[in-house]
């Protein structure tokens, strides 16, 4: 019987330290524990992709577009797994990952030795809003809000709302405050 009162009490001091270090990791800004598939952007403007979860993977692809949005698809101790809009996927460290959220316009439009399709960025959500600027495919946007059908994104000094169903980076009716 104190036996089976020793391991217990051992489970509940296991547990605690595991509750106060999940907190920890919350407070310290991790992204530990949240909810996949999700968007964020690439920090850097060079960032390596591996094949695996840590530094003895071989690299597989190097991104070269600081708020390059990407899906974090799983996570796994510092590393989290993306995806970018071509579908391209591998490991990075979640210390060259952003919460800032981008979007890029038309990705699935991009085809070698076309004319880029372009994209108005409307003075108010709706399809009467009088353009404030045309933006080109493949062109990163900062995204500020998303209503479900329409995002206010800004692309350099332009801004505007542009439909969320011509951006990848958000997620099919997600709406963002």
């Not at 979860?53 to 708020?67: E, T």
Request: hydrophobic share 40%.
């Amino acid at each position: 019987m104190k036996k089976a009162r020793i391991i217990a009490w051992s489970l509940v001091l296991w547990a605690g330290s595991l509750a106060i270090s999940v907190q920890a990791v919350s407070q310290d800004g991790g992204t530990q524990g949240k909810k996949e598939p999700r968007f964020a952007s690439l920090k850097a403007s060079k960032v390596n992709l591996r094949k695996g979860p840590g530094l003895k993977y071989p690299i597989a692809w190097v991104f070269r577009r600081a708020g390059l949005p990407v899906k974090i698809v799983r996570e796994f101790d510092a590393w989290r797994e993306i995806t970018d809009a071509e579908g391209t996927t591998g490991w990075v460290l979640r210390t060259l990952i952003s919460k800032r959220r981008t979007a890029q316009v038309l990705p699935w439009s991009l085809k070698p030795g076309q004319l880029r399709a372009q994209e108005p960025l409307n003075e108010w959500p709706g399809q009467g809003g009088r353009a404030v600027a045309l933006v080109e495919a493949g062109v990163i946007a900062d995204v500020h809000t998303c209503d479900g059908t329409w995002c206010n994104v800004s692309v350099n000094d332009f801004r505007g709302y542009i439909s969320q169903t011509k951006l990848w980076g958000v997620a099919k009716g997600e709406i963002l405050e």
